[in-house]
């Protein structure tokens, strides 16, 4: 599996938006980069996830670099109901039988 | 969006005792389930991946024989914890996926404590 590296905690302001960057320099050609958050005690909850465009959905941004070696989760207005452990993770394609391996992640903490 | 539900939530029980966690697709079939337990402060780790009517697969220093999963149907899967020492508890966490080319949804979680 490609491996992730991330800062193991970040704060940010509510209201303001917060850039959660990722690297993974082994990532290979075949492999989405996914993002997954997990709030305390609760299962994990999928956010987004691209092969090497950028993507946004309701919930975030994913910019992905043109080399694909790192990428950043944006979230636009942080609330306070976003501080969680974000996790990014390189997978094959869903058509893999493989699961998700997670790594540490990223505890991200909005602050009023 | 599809739902992934565990039972129980949380529990508690003596070492020595065996406890059942159930894990359901409740608007979808899953051909496949995951099981992850993850401990204070620490990341998902995988144990066991099941496929509807065979043999999980077990991750490597997962015992098989502690940790029985049966998924006998396409909407249910279940964890047992046999013999359960303090050091088996944990948050057991299911994923349930539709097919081979969807990507999986995870339960809430079930708190297990070893007394």
């Known amino acids: 599996d490609a491996k992730t590296t991330q800062p193991p905690s970040m704060d940010c302001a509510e209201g303001r938006a917060a850039n959660l960057p990722c690297n993974h320099s082994?990532?290979?050609?075949?492999?989405?980069v996914y993002w997954y958050r997990q709030i305390h005690s609760q299962g994990p909850q999928y956010i987004i996830h691209g092969l090497k465009n950028n993507e946004t959905n309701e919930m975030a941004s994913l910019i992905i670099t043109e080399d694909r070696k790192s990428s950043t989760l944006i979230l636009p207005h942080a609330t306070l109901r976003d501080t969680a452990v974000y996790y990014c993770i390189v997978s094959p394609s869903s058509g893999s039988a493989r699961q998700l391996t997670f790594g540490s992640g990223t505890q991200l903490t909005v602050l009023p | 969006g599809a739902v992934v539900s565990q039972h129980p939530s949380w529990v508690i029980c003596k070492s020595g005792t065996s406890v059942k966690i159930e894990c359901r697709s409740l608007?979808?079939?899953?051909?496949?389930m995951f099981w992850y337990r993850q401990f204070p402060k620490q990341s998902l780790m995988l144990m066991a991946t099941s496929n509807e009517g065979s043999k999980a697969t077990y991750e490597q220093g997962v015992e098989k024989d502690k940790f029985l999963i049966n998924h006998a149907s396409l909407t249910l899967s279940t964890l047992t914890v046999t013999s359960a020492h303090p050091e088996d508890s944990s948050f057991y966490i299911c994923s349930a996926r539709p097919s081979v080319s969807t990507d999986g949804y995870f339960g809430p979680g079930t708190r297990l404590t070893v007394t």
């Open positions: 082994t990532i290979s050609g075949n492999e989405y």
């Open positions: 608007d979808f079939q899953a051909t496949t």
